[in-house]
């Protein structure tokens, strides 16, 4: 299969064509399995929004800096910490003294705050569907079990109407592999009938491979399609369990998106029956409007519109040591992949 | 977004799993999953199984 879809891909003769990458992982494994060197001149690669800590606005990080400085411990994912604020970072804020902690899952910060009542435990809860259910079965079991002292501070957001916005910024969409793991391929097969096309895909090279050249196969076809390159995860209903589970304990809400301003409908909040867990309500957190580096480029590259290199402050005063934005910082981010393996591949 | 671990699952106590990924062992949340069973593989999303990892269907064989 490897040397079909290579030979697929590496004969590619037709029209041009745009390919966006969803996912932030997605375009960090093409870079570092070397897909970038078999591709055509007439494919181009866009990088999207997939990328959580990216596309989490700079007030979110003013926000847990906010709460950090009011005495709460702060439990997050390692790459949130040293993502720039408006006037500060995580990273910062904790050599001020703050008590920021890196957890592996929701549920590692939830029994944090079981081994430790006296501290008032917040964690970042930033992802899209794939990480909503991890959060979600902390929150559940934090209100089954009492743990008070536990909150989230959300920031969660959902893909269907971000789709909705990056419509026309590419030809082809490869959907992001894991969250619809979670919520099936319903949405993506709707709007192949919108006209958009696109194909779910593993992170293997092999999955790589195969999607790429399902994608150059279908394209020259002229007709919108949808295919699952991904059914060794993916099913068609998604995970059912997760579903029900987000539904009971999230709603939908507006949600900002750095890049993408606010779009309606496209984020996750707890519903007021779990409003003792939401820190926002719990804290008393002012609306902090934030202020983002005006010569940060990281808005135009989550929309496909400047690649990593147009930057003018990338591989200069923003780098992975000193980041300016927050996709030079995210292990998934754009200008991470770009700077790591060079933008020329 | 999809940072995963993919992992064989060693052992099962109710609604968590003991995976094994590259030798290291930990214990992960597996109440999403139905039927799960010891010796499966599993997608893990920050400690928390997301899917059961079948076989693949060759798309490329379908379609040409």
């Known amino acids: ?345 | 977004m999809c940072v995963g671990l993919s992992a064989k699952v060693v052992d099962i106590k109710e609604d968590t799993a003991i995976i094994d990924a590259d030798g290291v062992k930990k214990e992960i949340n597996a109440a999403l999953i139905d039927e799960l069973e010891v010796g499966d593989y599993i997608m893990v999303h920050a400690g928390t199984a997301i899917a059961k990892i079948g076989s693949d269907i060759n798309v490329l064989d379908e379609i040409l």
């Open chain 1, 1 to 345: 299969m490897i040397e079909k879809a290579k030979n697929i891909i590496q004969n590619y003769n037709g029209k041009p064509l745009r390919i966006m990458e969803v996912c932030g992982t997605h375009t960090h494994e093409i870079f570092r399995l070397g897909i970038r060197s078999l591709l055509p001149r007439q494919v181009d690669l866009i990088s999207g929004p997939g990328c959580p800590v990216c596309v989490t606005p700079v007030n979110y990080i003013d926000k847990a800096i906010y709460l950090a400085q009011k005495g709460c411990c702060i439990c997050t994912f390692g790459d949130l910490v040293r993502v720039p604020g408006s006037e500060s970072s995580l990273a910062q804020a904790r050599a001020q003294g703050g008590d920021i902690k890196t957890v592996y899952s929701p549920e590692d910060a939830m029994l944090y705050a079981t081994q430790h009542p006296e501290k008032k435990v917040v964690f970042l809860a930033v992802g899209f569907e794939t990480t909503v259910p991890a959060v979600c079965i902390a929150v559940d079991s934090a209100k089954k079990n009492g743990i008070d002292n536990f909150s989230v501070l959300t920031a969660h957001k959902t893909m269907p109407a971000a789709y909705e916005a990056l419509k026309g910024s590419a030809d082809v969409f490869i959907y992001p592999g894991h969250v619809n793991a979670i919520t099936g391929n319903a949405v993506c097969k709707e709007l192949t009938k919108q006209g958009v096309s696109g194909v779910v895909a593993g992170f293997t090279a092999e999955e790589l491979l195969m999607a790429f050249a399902v994608i150059l196969t279908l394209y020259e076809k002229d007709t919108p399609f949808f295919k699952n390159c991904y059914t060794s995860v993916v099913k068609d209903e998604g995970n059912i369990a997760a579903q029900k589970l987000i539904n009971k304990i999230m709603t939908p809400c507006d949600s900002t998106w750095r890049g993408l301003g606010v779009i309606k409908g496209s984020g996750l909040m707890l519903k007021s029956e779990y409003s003792n867990y939401d820190a926002m309500i719990k804290y008393d957190v002012p609306d902090i409007k934030g202020s983002p580096n005006p010569a940060c480029k990281c808005a135009d590259i989550l929309m496909g519109k400047c690649k990593p290199p147009q930057c003018p402050l990338f591989g200069k005063v923003c780098t992975p040591l000193k980041p300016v934005g927050a996709c030079m910082v995210s292990g998934e981010g754009a200008c991470s992949a770009y700077y790591q393996y060079g933008e020329n591949l």
